[in-house]
């Protein structure tokens, strides 16, 4: 099984901003353990970040040649703007979680609107990195 794991504007700066909404651990740190909880599982994962939405385009597009099984994606801030990214996730119709360390809809009211989500199997918020763990499961359970 083959996931990718796409996350958007100013997710590599964790463990810099707002520690007190996303945590202490830095962008490298949620990275490792990610991918240290799925070592030893006969999964290959991915991880992409960009600051830049057409970029976050051409890694869904790539998702698709290259024939990924699943999607996990944080979309950050382009969550509450994108059509584009919705476009690109249904174009490619690969299953997708979208995934949130904060809880979007404990925070402001333009928060509360997610343009990508109904392009996805499902939406997690809230747990902070364990999200993607749980992006991750929730893939398996669905594609097996």
Do not use: W
């Amino acid at each position: 099984m083959k996931i990718m794991i796409l996350n958007g504007p100013n997710l590599n700066f964790l463990g810099i901003r707002e520690k007190n909404i996303y945590g202490q651990d830095n962008y490298q740190d949620v990275c490792r353990y990610i991918m240290d909880r799925f070592d030893n599982c006969d999964i290959e994962i991915n991880i992409f970040q960009s600051n830049i939405e057409g970029e976050m385009i051409n890694i869904l597009q790539m998702a698709y040649l290259e024939k990924y099984d699943g999607i996990v994606i944080n979309p950050g801030a382009y969550t509450h703007t994108s059509i584009a990214l919705y476009d690109a996730i249904k174009s490619i119709n690969i299953p997708t979680v979208e995934v949130h360390l904060s809880n979007i809809h404990q925070r402001e009211e333009f928060r509360h609107k997610s343009y990508t989500a109904p392009a996805c199997i499902g939406q997690i918020c809230g747990f902070g990195k364990e999200g993607y763990i749980l992006a991750i499961e929730g893939l398996i359970v669905h594609l097996s």
